[in-house]
């Protein structure tokens, strides 16, 4: 019986501290029930500054120039291959070696051409949009803390499926606005 009793006496302030720490924890969930948040699709609202057009049309121009390049030694490679196409019977056994290895050194290139292409288009995209998303960013920034919020989420991708009206605050508008003015 004596040791039932001590037994209870020491398992008092156990159960004590774990009713103090029930309490911290359901303090900090009603905490964070009053916290807001905003929301925006950074793509479209991306899309919608002005600079975004002035970007994408740059964009297109260079890849207009890839592309007229990249058909430029595609119509190379056909023409030397239809002619070693047309002369490979009557070339002898080294001439035609030489065409071929010539040949596949050229296609090796065209593919090296059209990678090399893909990398410095999207290193140039990612250049042009560089400073439209530092402004956004600066721009987000500044709603977060004019209003108060914990945090903004992008909604691109249906990455958020519901988002609580009540606690959360679509800032497109507030953002296409800021960004006219800047």
Known sequence: ??????????????????????????????????????????????????????????????????????????????????????????FPPTILKKRQSELQELLEKNIAFKNESKRLLAEAKAELMKPLREKLTTVLNTIGQEMGLAFIINTDNDSCPFINPQKGVNVLDIATRMLNQL
């Open 1 to 90: 019986m004596k040791k039932f009793l001590l037994l209870a006496l020491l398992a008092l302030p156990l159960s004590l501290h774990a009713q103090n720490d029930d309490a911290a924890v359901m303090t900090t969930a009603a905490a964070t029930t009053d916290m807001k948040f905003g929301y925006v699709s950074y793509s479209t609202l991306l899309e919608t500054m002005p600079d975004y057009a002035v970007a994408m049309r740059k964009y297109a121009q260079l890849e207009e120039k890839y592309a007229a390049e990249t058909r430029r030694v595609e119509d190379e490679f056909n023409a030397k291959y239809e002619a070693f196409l047309e002369g490979q019977r009557d």
